[in-house]
Structures are given as structure tokens and as C-alpha cells.
């Protein structure tokens, strides 16, 4: 193992503060609730995007709004890296508590200023620009609820069942994907097209911005992690938490570009299927509204199930071990679920296919957590978690929406998806290996 693996193990350093903890759950259900709340504000406007392409962002034909709209869903993860920056390493100064607080509150603005938004044809083209300024506060803030969560979530649990409760945390994007996905459903099956276009869009935003109090006051409740406690109580540790993305970009920098690397190709599978897949069944595949956001809830309800399930055998078999088995399969079906989705283009198939694709993301991202948090020290940890997800979610995944949308209208292949996913779950799968051996283990491990 190389020295530079070995000096940050963060187990051996900081696993029995953890470990000496018996009941996480209030915790973890804290911090659960705040972080689905957060990803259901996140996800709605993707499954929203024709419409208020169509409101915000008018152009002389449907596909330039539809790209406009989407490469705005894109625009929020640009600015993600900064969130991680900020919001990371405010978790390893102040703690994870202080970090997931500010979080939320962020975000509850920048949804605030979408359900409230005026239109293009009422006020111009200040209207994009509001629609703009608010991705932007809700990517700042997702940047950094990755990291104080994951870290908040393993740094409660025992040291044996990191990879089960830090899953929650992608089990809990599930249940964001089933609440964004089930408010559309309803919505688009309630309403006229004429009455979705009008307000009730707004409708959906607005549920997010309501319940966002209610996940405020949640995590204002919880303790600080015993970790956390531990290093802010040491003055040595103290000193060097004052710049921990130095630590990061200088001292971890290997570990992160292949934590990158990691997280790349789950990213973009995830965001194929899970957020850009309603829009693709309404367009491509030309499966009614209603029917494609279903699609979408089965989706997130696998995943929210299935999550904590990988975990546990990460636990058990080695994340490594879970994880190259979850790439290789992702990278094998990609190919062969699209084909299925465009030969039967029907909403049965739509819903096998989505059935299949919760848990290939499930298989991926309920080990990659706690498989992160096992690779940064306490000290770097939400810095370390937060940057290497959230790099690897704006290049691979946020732009995924706009990048397939334009390989379809260039080669004019549906299929083009598929391709995408195949190539980012060959860049997860070199990278796993690489980390692997760096860290002494095998895929096998």
C-alpha cells in the first residue's frame, strides 16, 4: 500500500468514536429527510424542463427551447464545484451540522425565486435571467450537501455498517425521485395543458419550498458527529482543518481525480435514466406525459429499497467487489435497455426498464458513500466527499441531459443515450481499479 494511502486511512484514526455510538437513526433519519427534500427541489425542475422551456426560454422551434431549458438544468452544475468548496470545507471547520443548515436554507431561496418567477412574455429577458440566478443558488448549495451528509451519516455508524447507513443517503435521493416524479404524475393527470402551462407547474415548486421548513427545523435538532467532536477538540487537528481543500488539492490530490473517476459513470447512468428519461419517453418514444413520469417514480422507488441493500453487501463483500460488478453490468445493459425501450415503445416496458435501472443504480451508488468516506480522514472529509462527487456530477452528469439531447438531433439516432452511458461506466471502471490497487485491495475485495 502507498504511503500516501496508508497516512490518511481514516479507520484506524477514527472508527471508535463511531463505533461506540448504538442508535444512529434519529441522525441519519435527520439528515435523510433534509437531503431529500434538497434533491427533490433539484430534480422537479428537470421534469418540468418543456414547460417552462417553453415560458422562460421561447425560441423559434421546440427543440432550442427544449435545449435551452435542459442546458439551464446544466448551468446549476457549474457552479456546484464552488458549493463543494464553500460548503465542504465550512463542514470540516464548523461541522457537518453548521453545513447542512446553511445548505437547505440556500436552497429554499433559489426554489423560491423559480415558483415565483415571471415569464418570458411578462417581462423579458429578465426573466431567464432570474431562472438562471436561482439554479445557480440551488447547484451551490447541492454542491455541499453531499459531502456534509455522507460524512454526517458514516461518522454516526458503527464502523462495520458504513456502507448500509451511509447508502441513505442515495436511498433518500430515491425518495426525492419518487415525490418530484409522483407531484408531476399527479399534476400532468389533474391538470389541462393549458393549466399545467399557466400555474400549476408552479404547484410542484412550490410543495418543495413548503416542506423546506420542515426539514430546516429537523436538522437544527441534531448533534454533532462524535468524529467531529473528537479532531475539533485537538488542537493539532484544529490547526490543520484551517485549510482543508489545501489538504485536498495538495496532499489527496491522486485520491480525489480518481474519486472523479468513480463517481462518472454512476452519475451519468443516473442522470440518463432517472432525470432525463421522462423528457426522452415524452419526445422519442412519444409516451404520454403522465405515463414517462411514472416511469421515472418506479425508478426512484427501486432505487429508494434497493440502496441500503448494496450497502449492506458492501459491507459484507468489499465495496470494490460490489462496485465492479455494478459498472460492468451498467456498461453490458446500456445498450440492450434502450433497444428494448425503442422496439416497444409502450409504458409496460417503460416501467421494466425503469424497474432494471433502479437497481443497476443502486448496485453503483449505494457502495460509492461510504467507499468515498473510507478514502478521506475525518479532518478532509467533507471537503473530500464534496468535491470529488460533485466535479464528477458537473462533468459527467449535470451536462447529461443536454449532451444526449444533442447527440440524438445530430446523428439522429435514439439510440445515442446508450453510447454516453457506456463510455463514462469505462471510465468508473478503470478508475475502481486504479483505487483499488493503490489502496492495497482487488476487485475482488
Known amino acids: 500500500m502507498s504511503a500516501e494511502f496508508e497516512s490518511s486511512s481514516p479507520l484506524s484514526a477514527t472508527a471508535s468514536p463511531a463505533a461506540k455510538r448504538k442508535n444512529p437513526w434519529k441522525e441519519i433519519c435527520a ?106 443558488l440551488q447547484g451551490f448549495s447541492t454542491g455541499g450537501e453531499f459531502g456534509a451528509a455522507t460524512a454526517f451519516m458514516v461518522e454516526h455508524a458503527d464502523a462495520k455498517r458504513r456502507g448500509f447507513f451511509a447508502s441513505w443517503q442515495l436511498s433518500t435521493q430515491g425518495l ?62 484544529a490547526k490543520a482543518e484551517k485549510s482543508p481543500l489545501m489538504l485536498v488539492l495538495v496532499r489527496d490530490r491522486v485520491k480525489l481525480l480518481l474519486a472523479i473517476g468513480v463517481v462518472a459513470g454512476a452519475t451519468a447512468f443516473n442522470y440518463v435514466h432517472k432525470l432525463y428519461m421522462p423528457t426522452y419517453a415524452l419526445k422519442q418514444l412519444h409516451i404520454p406525459a403522465t405515463s414517462s413520469f411514472i416511469g421515472a417514480l418506479i425508478t426512484g422507488l427501486v432505487l429508494m429499497l434497493t440502496a441500503p441493500v448494496f450497502g449492506t453487501l458492501s459491507d459484507r463483500y468489499g465495496r470494490f467487489r460490489v462496485l465492479t ?46 467507499m468515498l468516506s473510507d478514502i478521506f480522514p475525518t479532518q478532509t472529509r467533507g471537503t ?31 439510440m445515442a443515450p446508450s453510447f454516453y452511458v457506456m463510455a463514462t461506466a469505462l471510465i468508473s471502471l478503470v478508475a475502481v481499479i486504479v483505487l483499488g490497487r493503490r489502496m492495497g485491495r482487488n476487485p475482488a475485495q
Not at 389 to 401: A, H, I
Open 384 to 414: 473530500g466527499l464534496a468535491l470529488s462527487y460533485n466535479f464528477s456530477v458537473t462533468l459527467f452528469g449535470g451536462f447529461s441531459p443536454l449532451i444526449v439531447t444533442w447527440m440524438i438531433a445530430a446523428t439522429e439516432n435514439k
Open 31 to 136: 439528515a435523510s429527510i433534509g437531503n431529500a427534500l434538497e434533491f427533490y427541489d433539484l430534480l422537479i425542475y428537470g421534469y418540468f424542463a418543456v414547460v417552462i422551456g417553453k415560458l422562460f426560454f421561447p425560441a423559434q422551434d421546440e427543440t432550442t427551447s427544449l435545449l435551452l431549458s435542459v442546458g439551464t438544468f446544466g448551468i446549476s452544475f457549474v457552479i456546484r464545484p464552488l458549493g463543494a468548496i464553500v460548503l465542504g470545507s465550512y463542514a470540516d471547520r464548523a461541522g457537518r451540522k453548521a453545513s447542512l443548515t446553511a445548505s437547505i436554507l440556500i436552497m429554499m431561496v433559489g426554489t423560491a425565486m423559480i415558483a415565483f418567477a415571471p415569464t418570458y412574455a411578462q417581462i423579458g429577458i429578465a426573466s431567464p435571467l432570474i431562472i438562471i440566478v436561482a439554479r445557480l
Open 176 to 237: 426525492a425521485t419518487v415525490l418530484a416524479a409522483g407531484v408531476s404524475a399527479l399534476l400532468s393527470y389533474n391538470l389541462t395543458d393549458a393549466q399545467l402551462n399557466d400555474w400549476g407547474w408552479r404547484v410542484a415548486f412550490c410543495f418543495g419550498l413548503l416542506v423546506g421548513p420542515v426539514g430546516l427545523y429537523i436538522r437544527s435538532q441534531i448533534d454533532e458527529t462524535p468524529e467531529f467532536k473528537k479532531i475539533a477538540a485537538d488542537a493539532a487537528v
Open 325 to 370: 460488478i455494478a459498472m460492468l453490468s451498467i456498461g453490458l445493459t446500456s445498450y440492450p435497455l434502450f433497444m428494448l425501450l425503442n422496439t416497444w415503445p409502450t409504458v409496460t416496458t417503460l416501467i421494466a426498464v425503469q424497474g432494471i435501472v433502479g437497481v443497476l443504480i443502486a448496485a453503483c451508488l449505494g457502495p460509492i458513500p461510504a
